[in-house]
């Protein structure tokens, strides 16, 4: 969508079909209808702001390599206030659990432990909460739902979903 002095975004469109787009009603894991993937965006340039100003990790982060680029990875990284957020191209599911990505997403997972934050994984509508030693499948999170953990010291044992309104 944007790219950045270093790094160019080229022949992905990969953002263009997991991420959700509010101004379009864009659901996240289908195509947006004005991409030709692999190619582009047919109205760039009056794309809606929340597109030109997206950037995900690997286009303005150099410790991801070439690997992570998401056009090979299948896999859309970016940050949220919890943590961060790997989503998986729905057409190639089981993308995050190959090599290199399964261990660093178990090394950031360790990392995230230590300093409170979540690693999470979406397939399609399905989230993850990935911890250094376990997954937790947490199915459907609605917009208006928030993932809480159940803690002892750092180490997440327990996670569950549960509405906004309830925090
Ligand atoms: S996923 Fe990243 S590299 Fe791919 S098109 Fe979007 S911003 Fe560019
Ligand atoms: S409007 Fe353009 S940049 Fe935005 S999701 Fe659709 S194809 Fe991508």
New binding site residues.
């Given amino acids: 969508?944007t790219s950045s002095v270093e790094r160019q975004c080229g022949d992905c469109?990969l953002?263009?079909k997991v991420?959700a787009?509010e101004t379009?009603a864009?659901p996240a894991s289908l195509w947006?209808?004005?991409?030709s993937p692999g190619h582009?965006?047919?109205?760039?340039a009056g794309?809606?702001d929340?597109?030109?100003s997206f950037s995900c990790l690997w286009l303005v982060n150099d410790l991801l390599d070439q690997r992570w680029k998401p056009s090979r990875s299948k896999l859309v990284l970016t940050t949220s206030e919890d943590g961060l957020e790997i989503r998986c191209d729905p057409g190639f599911p089981n993308a995050w659990r190959k090599e290199p990505y399964a261990t660093e997403i178990r090394a950031w997972a360790e990392e995230g432990e230590r300093n409170d934050m979540t690693v999470v994984v979406t397939v399609g509508q399905r989230m993850i909460l990935v911890t250094p030693d376990r997954e937790f499948d947490l199915g459907i999170v609605g917009p208006n739902e928030r993932i809480v953990r159940e803690l002892e010291g750092t180490k997440v044992v327990g996670a569950t979903v549960v509405k906004a309104s309830e925090i």
């Fill in positions: 969508m469109t953002c263009c991420m787009i379009l864009k947006c209808p004005h991409c582009g965006c047919a109205i760039y794309r809606p929340e597109c030109a």
